[in-house]
């Protein structure tokens, strides 16, 4: 069974920095597409930022040049740099991967930014 593994979410205050992680767990294969949504209360949820194997990150256009994701395909592990974080971060955070048109979604991580 595929799963989508995340930690790293917490309480920072504005102008700080977390570090998510998001482990695949349960296939062989590393997933073509691996990335994170948001979805803050009230609203709907929204691209973060997602990483093809081998290609370029794209990204939410609320977060360039602050927000950076990167891939070790070795473990299998998607990971979201956050800095300057502000209010307006605050969200459920979602790992998300996709493989062979099957999307796969992890059970999301708090951030609050907050002072």
């Known amino acids: 069974q595929v799963q989508l593994v995340e930690s790293g979410g917490g309480l920072v205050q504005p102008g700080g920095s977390l570090r998510l992680s998001c482990t695949h767990v349960?296939?062989?294969?590393?997933?073509?597409?691996m990335g994170w949504y948001r979805q803050a209360p009230g609203k709907q949820r929204e691209l973060v930022a997602t990483?093809?194997?081998?290609?370029?990150?794209q990204y939410g256009d609320s977060v360039k040049g602050r927000f950076t994701i990167s891939r070790d395909n070795a473990k299998k592990t998607v990971s979201l740099q956050m800095n300057s974080l502000k209010p307006e971060n605050t969200a459920v955070y979602y790992c998300?991967?996709?493989?062979?048109?099957?999307?796969?979604w992890g059970q999301g991580t708090q951030v609050t930014v907050s002072s």
């Open positions: 990483l093809p194997g081998g290609g370029r990150g």
């Open positions: 998300y991967g996709r493989e062979s048109g099957v999307e796969y």
């Open positions: 349960g296939s062989i294969f590393n997933m073509y597409v």
